[in-house]
């Protein structure tokens, strides 16, 4: 079992930054991927990053590239995502997932664990 809590969320104008934090409890953090997800009301959960298990390799949504930056520290069981140039359309809970799949997989479905979410607004 693996709990994750999220810290970090709240409201920022559009063009700032925020650093969204993913703390791990549990079963040993290192051997998991690690990805971060969001959702907008009505609308899909949708990927926005991920991590491999010792950070070696890093994957981002389109729609986030060059302007959010995925992290881990394994040593504080602790993933991060860096926020930068936000735009209100960024606007949304903000959750960490857990998986076992190498490489990590852009699809909720194959993540095991969840945090509870972090809201991130974005006012224009």
């Known amino acids: 079992q693996v709990q994750l809590v999220e810290s970090g969320g709240g409201l920022v104008q559009a063009g700032g930054s925020l650093r969204l934090s993913c703390a791990g409890f549990g079963r040993t953090f290192s051997a998991f991927g690690m990805g971060w997800f969001r959702q907008a009301p009505w609308e899909e959960r949708e990927f926005v990053a991920a991590?491999?298990?010792?950070?070696?390799?890093?994957y981002y949504a389109d729609s986030v590239k060059g302007r959010f930056t995925i992290s881990r520290d394994n040593a504080k069981n602790t993933v991060y995502l860096q926020m930068n140039s936000l735009k209100p359309e960024d606007t949304a809970v903000y959750y960490c997932a857990a998986t076992r799949d190498y490489p990590p997989s852009i699809a909720p479905l194959l993540y095991e664990y969840w945090g509870q979410g972090t809201q991130v607004t974005v006012s224009s």
């Open positions: 991590t491999s298990r010792n950070a070696g390799t890093t």
